[in-house]
């Protein structure tokens, strides 16, 4: 597996600011004109200023990345933060991000994502929906076809959108609705035997029932709390999916303040879909949040649980550390789950505070036999 590399050469956005000094009693007024440089770092040396007067309190970063599958690419995020009760000051403010990303290999991505808080947190909202293409690799489904060295590439379509409506029924507990339609389509395989007869495209629309529990202190970035969920979605045939099935989830986040700047977030999910499930909508290892060093999607099949504890550690100023290990294995059912096939995660990588407690995140994960490289904003989990 080739390494991902991402380099980030320029950032986007600067705010423009100007100092009248009084030079004399007649009003006289000079105005210092600042070179684009200095912009730059005094917008950076702002950025992480919390400003409760802001009713929308809005930063743009972005760069160029190459990596030796989508070649050289530029990103750009754009990151928002609110509150809808601007004098509850205390409660966790809302946020949204748009994001999208373009490559010289033909792939690019965007999407928003996001989630609204209501007051006293009565309600919630959190929602994402994108739209991606890029050239990618299909291994076929279960342990034994990721591990080998054959696979066939193609050129793969998303479009997702999810929505969860939940509401507050005790403290820290919501219970709610769930939206999802998503629809994945596959092209110009260079072998398509690896499908086994199955449709190279799939639409899957679904609704689903979620209990959670959510007492972490910053969503974003959080230094302590909890964060459960457990979700069931029916995908029937009657509302447009290509295939019924069923997808229960599990997730259960920790986040502990161990020392001064230290935090220590251990994450676990299970994932477990039954009745009939198409080859691109199967439970997939490695993305940019969880089994970090894994090609997307290479392992795959009905189950997958993955793991992961990491330290995150502010070092200077607003420069920051962060260490994890992890594990994660797919199946096809727990009968036939099997330790031997488990798969190891582990990485390192640096933040930077670019808003208050949002941070600019690159991560190097190392999987088994393979390595990437990333960067986000936020935190992985």
Known sequence: MRTRLIFISFILGCGIQLNAQTIDSQDTVKVEKKNFFKRIYEYFEKSNEVNPDKRFDFSIIGGPHYSSDTKLGVGLVASGLFRVDRNDLTMSPSNVSLYGDITTSGAYVIGISGNVLFPE??????GDMYFAYRPSRYWGVGYDAGRQDYYSEYDNQVMEFKFDFLKKAARYTYLGI???VKEISGKNFDDVSLLGGERNKTTAVGFGLIASYDSRDFIPNPYKGIYAKAEYTFYPKFLGSTYGFNRAEVIFRYYKEAWKGGVIAFDLQ???????????MMATAGSSRQMRGYYGGRYRDKGLIQSQIELRQRVYRRSGAVVWAGAGNVFPKFSEFEWSETL??????????????????????????ESAFYFNINEAF
Not at 121 to 126: A, P, T, V
């Open 178 to 180: 769930s939206t999802n």
């Open 344 to 369: 190891p995660t582990f990485g390192i990588g640096y933040r930077w505070e670019f808003k208050n407690r949002v941070n600019v995140r690159l991560d190097y994960g190392f999987g088994k036999g």
């Open 121 to 126: 947190m009565s309600y919630r909202i959190d």
């Open 270 to 280: 299970g994932i477990l879909n039954t009745g009939d499930v198409a080859w691109n």
